[in-house]
C-alpha cells in the first residue's frame, strides 16, 4: 500500500498538482467511499473517517458531494384528552 502511495504522490507531483489541490482530491474521495460504503449513513461513515459528525456534513456540503440530508420529522401524533386517559385519534 505504501508503494502504491507512493506513485500517486509522484503522479500528483509530475501533473503539476499543489498540496491544497491534492489534499482537496484524497479528502473528496475518502468521504465519498466512506458515505457509500456505510449506505448513506452519515454518522456511521464519520466513525469510519475518525471526524465528527458535524464537520462530516459540513465537508459535504463543501465540497457539493450529495444533497443535504432532508432533515425528516415525523408528523406530530394528535392526542385527544378522554378524562384522565389520552387516546390517538386516529
Known amino acids: 500500500m505504501k508503494e502504491t502511495f ?3 504522490v509522484d503522479h500528483l507531483l509530475e501533473g503539476g498538482f499543489f498540496l ?3 489534499v482537496e482530491i484524497l ?3 475518502l468521504i465519498a ?3 457509500e ?12 473517517l475518525g471526524i465528527h459528525r458535524n464537520t462530516l456534513q459540513r465537508k459535504i456540503a463543501v465540497y457539493q458531494l450529495g444533497d443535504p440530508r432532508p432533515r425528516r ?3 406530530p401524533v394528535r392526542v385527544q384528552a378522554v378524562g384522565r386517559r389520552r ?3 386516529g
Open 6 to 8: 507512493e506513485r500517486l
Open 20 to 22: 491544497e489541490e491534492a
Open 87 to 89: 387516546i390517538k385519534a
Open 33 to 35: 467511499r466512506a458515505v
Open 27 to 29: 479528502e473528496k474521495t
Open 37 to 48: 460504503r456505510t449506505d448513506g449513513n452519515r454518522c456511521a461513515a464519520s466513525k469510519l
Open 73 to 75: 420529522k415525523p408528523p
